[in-house]
């Protein structure tokens, strides 16, 4: 309160706070003084990752990926660098590209005159899950539950009953259970129909999009892929719980958690915080108590809301009428954060460790070719700790993955088995890159290396850069750590490929699935993650590393050309960040990963002795060549 209004200041000095319930301006450099801390609500604003550095002689070391990045949040470019179409959104949030807050503006403005008022949310809402069936299988349902219908109704007016919910009340349990079950098929099939009005409301159908009412046809599954990315929901394109809880609320309702969602990472940046509630563990303080680690995240964002008065939906919808799109060309807020723990400091010694869970190394199918595999129950865990005052402090615990078995392309131009598996000991990381690129080895399948984009609004085959980065999509997502074994008396470090990155195979890490060796991290927790692990450590902006690698290859009939001319945007960490990769539980009969490919089954293999993948053991020992 003490700090006096200032708006006569230019725009780069100007910083909101709010008092009593009203809104004010004053002098940014005087806030910070005070204590306060600015949260950067501004359309320029990205992750620590991908902010530009001095280069020393007065100009910047440009991260290529940035402007890709603005773009992309502010709906105004697509994966490609290229200008979005009028109209289109890009709905990134899921893959750890947030909305800017003039997208979430105009989206507020246009939902507060409610255009799904006519959509019965209570009936969504009532049904936690809708299943979805194949067109055959979902007219046969269908017929099964008319003709339930018709069987209860008859029954219905033979029993002089009101309703089909009394006829719950008959003896026959064999009649009451088909009563029971037709109740909750009729329940889902109206809720259906509200699911149906609710995407159109949203306009998320694709413009052209040829959808049979009633039907969960591709037409309604892209909808629902629509809006589950425009909502941050991990449901697999499928009517779940968490999609159906999401479809059953106001319009307005979801777009204050997207606003929530987005404030989040602007204050966790601010912050510059971790710990997000994802393990719970006590500490000794100085003092000798015995103190929680706490969630430092969650603390960060509710102090800012309550400050600012963004704690309702209503309240942040007057928010953005107060603020017209052009204020956040300057906007920051002033806020008071809770104080940080005291084993936080500028240099604080982190390690990671990875658990790798449990670890089937026999192939994926018996010997009559069917898939086997014991189920894993311990999957892999990624944890981030600081050492102070002797103890191992654990800040966040995250689902992570492990290599398994995988498709392999051999020299012979055919697919195999091969067991990619992660390195186990320890390691460091010494470099982290931002916006980072995957050199695809001539063992990728080559139609991993193309993709359908409407181009002119004709659609054509282009190279895939979604696979290779850099960008969101790619193999190494936003951001990736190298782990090596640090080099001695003067060599090089040796590295294995596996890398700590971010990734949009979300169901890889929520679900019992692999990866090709490297432990994925949800894109917005690897950005997260490396965020703090650079600004609690010393390091070396390198910035743009010039990479200028090319490669042509032949699909169907044409050739392609890829281009990388950067690897990404580097950071150097010294001290390197210590590492350690667990072994894990070996499950099954075989104890050790198979180095040699494996045939797959059904598949016809030209005669000969079988490729030996290049850095195989056997290869190394002169056992064959790719």
């Known amino acids: 309160p003490s700090l006096p209004a200032r708006a006569d200041l230019p725009p780069e000095r100007r910083a909101l706070i709010v008092v009593d319930g009203q809104e004010r301006i004053v002098d940014a450099e005087e806030a910070v003084r005070a204590g306060l801390t600015l949260i950067d609500l501004r359309d320029q604003w990205t992750p620590y990752i991908f902010t530009e550095a001095p280069d020393g002689e007065g100009g910047v070391l440009t991260n290529r990926y940035r402007a890709v990045y603005l773009g992309l949040a502010a709906d105004t470019a697509d994966a490609d660098g290229q200008p979005l179409p009028h109209g289109e959104h890009n709905f990134l949030e899921l893959y750890g590209i947030p909305p800017t807050l003039p997208v979430l503006r105009a989206r507020f403005l246009a939902d507060e005159k409610d255009a799904c008022a006519g959509v019965d949310l209570a009936a969504i809402a009532a049904v936690p899950s809708i299943p979805a069936r194949e067109a055959k299988a979902e007219a046969k349902e269908t017929a099964r539950v008319d003709a339930l219908a018709r069987k209860f109704e008859k029954l219905r007016l033979d029993a002089h009953a009101a309703t089909l919910a009394e006829m719950t009340t008959i003896q026959d349990p064999?009649?009451?259970?088909?009563?029971?079950?037709?109740?909750?098929?009729?329940?889902?099939?109206?809720?259906?129909?509200?699911?149906?009005?609710?995407?159109?409301?949203?306009?998320?159908?694709?413009?052209?999009?040829?959808?049979?009412?009633?039907?969960?046809?591709?037409?309604?599954?892209?909808?629902?892929?629509?809006?589950?990315?425009?909502?941050?929901?991990?449901?697999?394109?499928?009517?779940?719980?968490?999609?159906?809880?999401?479809?059953?609320?106001?319009?307005?309702?979801?777009?204050?958690?997207?606003?929530?969602?987005?404030?989040?990472?602007?204050?966790?940046?601010?912050?510059?915080?971790?710990?997000?509630?994802?393990?719970?563990?006590?500490?000794?303080?100085?003092?000798?108590?015995?103190?929680?680690?706490?969630?430092?995240?969650?603390?960060?964002?509710?102090?800012?809301?309550?400050?600012?008065?963004?704690?309702?939906?209503?309240?942040?919808?007057?928010?953005?009428?107060?603020?017209?799109?052009?204020?956040?060309?300057?906007?920051?807020?002033?806020?008071?954060?809770?104080?940080?723990?005291?084993?936080?400091?500028?240099?604080?010694?982190?390690?990671?460790?990875?658990?790798?869970?449990?670890?089937?190394?026999?192939?994926?199918?018996?010997?009559?070719?069917?898939?086997?595999?014991?189920p894993r129950k311990h999957y892999p865990m990624l944890t981030m700790r600081v050492k102070y005052r002797g103890q191992l402090i654990p800040l966040v615990k995250w689902r992570t993955t492990i290599g398994g078995w995988r498709s392999d392309l051999a020299s012979n131009g055919y697919e195999y088995f091969r067991y990619k598996g992660s390195d186990i000991g320890p390691r460091v990381w010494r470099h982290v890159v931002s916006g980072p690129v995957w050199i695809a080895p001539n063992s990728t399948p080559v139609r991993a290396l193309v993709k359908d984009k409407v181009v002119n609004r004709q659609s054509q085959l282009v190279v895939n850069y979604d696979e290779v980065g850099p960008g969101y999509l790619s193999a190494y997502g936003l951001v990736a750590a190298y782990n090596v074994v640090p080099g001695k008396d003067g060599k090089e470090d040796w590295d294995n490929g596996v890398r700590v990155h971010g990734s949009s195979e979300i169901l890889s890490i929520k679900q019992d699935k692999y990866s090709h060796g490297c432990h994925r991290l949800m894109n917005h927790l690897a950005v997260r993650l490396f965020s703090f692990v650079l600004q609690h450590r010393p390091v070396k902006i390198i910035g743009d590393r010039a990479l200028n690698f090319a490669r042509q290859f032949l699909w169907k009939d044409d050739v392609y050309e890829l281009r990388l001319p950067s690897r990404g945007y580097w950071y150097e960490l010294d001290p390197p960040l210590p590492i350690n990769v667990l072994e894990g539980n070996i499950l099954g009969k075989t104890k050790k990963p198979i180095t040699t490919y494996v045939p797959k089954p059904g598949v016809a293999y030209p005669p000969g002795p079988m490729p030996v993948p290049p850095d195989s053991p056997e290869a190394r020992a002169g056992g064959g060549e790719e």
């Open 174 to 374: 064999r009649l009451a259970d088909e009563a029971k079950g037709l109740q909750k098929a009729l329940a889902q099939r109206t809720a259906f129909g509200e699911v149906e009005k609710r995407l159109l409301c949203e306009s998320l159908f694709a413009p052209r999009a040829r959808h049979a009412p009633g039907r969960f046809d591709e037409a309604m599954r892209t909808a629902v892929i629509r809006f589950q990315h425009k909502h941050k929901l991990y449901d697999a394109a499928a009517l779940r719980p968490d999609t159906m809880a999401a479809l059953g609320k106001r319009l307005l309702d979801n777009d204050y958690a997207a606003l929530v969602r987005t404030i989040t990472e602007r204050v966790v940046s601010a912050a510059n915080v971790l710990e997000d509630g994802s393990i719970e563990a006590t500490y000794q303080g100085a003092s000798g108590q015995t103190l929680p680690v706490r969630n430092m995240v969650d603390e960060a964002r509710r102090a800012t809301l309550a400050q600012l008065g963004l704690d309702t939906p209503a309240h942040a919808l007057a928010f953005f009428q107060r603020h017209p799109a052009e204020d956040f060309q300057w906007l920051r807020a002033a806020v008071r954060l809770p104080a940080v723990p005291e084993y936080y400091s500028p240099d604080m010694d982190l390690s990671v460790e990875v658990d790798r869970g449990d670890v089937i190394y026999d192939p994926p199918f018996d010997e009559k070719g069917r898939p086997q595999g014991p």
